[in-house]
């Protein structure tokens, strides 16, 4: 039977996602064994044209983007949105809430006219999008169970339910029940990093994206009654879900 040919490609990020899939060490080269890449730049110098699953990492942030993933979209069977950048569009969105010739003079200085700048968009904004892998980064199990449930034709399981539910089962004290909380997105965010930041003391920043119908009315009530302030509450709330509709 023939492998199928997948292709990593990248839009604005720090590649950080890609850098987790080359990091899996031996598990990546057995993945190699089922799956032919012919497109992956960090790892090979071959470019190939010809794939029919597309991995791709990275939001949508200047015109010649849109061109280029449409083409992306026209070559694959299934496209892969791989990390919070190319899913909700992730720390690059926070421009957005900004000026956007300041933003743009900040980066390159008095050249900034010259450079192509939109605001920045999940790939979902631009193409169909089939599956999406989350977090920031994404998590190594994650990505070679939802690879090779992709590879095998089945569709991939990705969790429904809420940070908070993968923090209880880790014993953890929520932070809510200590002195001075600060805001945690656990109870709107979806689980499958095995709360990695409240296991280690930190909160949730909600890099996952929300789950599908998150009950944004009992976490608004939770952070109002803990005297969360409005603006911490949205300064988190941007860090990647700032174009995700719910908190106000
Ligand atoms: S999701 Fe995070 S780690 Fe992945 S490319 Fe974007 S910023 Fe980097
Ligand atoms: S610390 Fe955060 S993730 Fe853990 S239970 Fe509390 S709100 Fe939920
Ligand atoms: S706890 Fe929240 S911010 Fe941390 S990895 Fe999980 S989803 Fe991302």
Redesign the pocket.
Same mark, same amino acid.
């Given at each position: 039977m023939e492998k199928p040919k997948v292709a990593f490609f990248e839009f604005t990020c720090c590649e950080g996602c890609q850098l987790t899939v080359l990091s899996l060490g031996d598990k990546l080269l057995d993945l190699f064994e089922s799956v032919d890449v012919v497109n992956f730049r960090e790892a090979s110098s071959y470019r190939g044209q010809d794939y029919e699953i597309a991995f791709i990492e990275g939001s949508i942030s200047t015109s010649k983007d849109i061109d280029r993933i449409r083409e992306i979209r026209k070559k694959a069977k299934i496209c892969v949105a791989l990390g919070s950048c190319a899913h909700i569009a992730g720390v690059n969105a926070i421009k957005n809430f900004h000026n956007q010739l300041e933003v743009k003079k900040r980066v390159y200085g008095e050249k900034a006219w010259a450079f192509d700048s939109i605001l920045a968009q999940p790939i979902d904004a631009v193409i169909k999008v089939d599956y999406v892998i989350p @977090? /920031?980064p994404i998590d190594k199990k994650e990505f070679l169970c939802v690879a090779a449930s992709i590879s095998n034709g089945v569709r991939p399981f990705i969790p429904e339910y809420s940070?908070c539910v993968e923090c209880k089962m880790k014993g953890n004290v929520c932070v809510y029940h200590k002195p001075n909380p600060i805001v945690c997105? @656990?109870p709107i965010?979806r689980a499958g /990093?095995g #709360? #990695? =930041?409240?296991s280690v003391g930190n909160a =949730?920043? @909600? /890099?996952?994206g929300l789950v599908s119908d998150p009950n944004l009315e009992a976490y608004e009530g939770v952070l109002e009654e803990h005297g969360i302030s409005a603006d911490d509450k949205m300064r988190f709330y941007r860090m990647y879900n700032g174009l995700v509709g719910g908190v106000k």
């Open positions: @977090g /920031c940070v997105m @656990g965010t /990093c #709360a #990695a =930041c409240p =949730c920043e @909600g /890099c996952r």
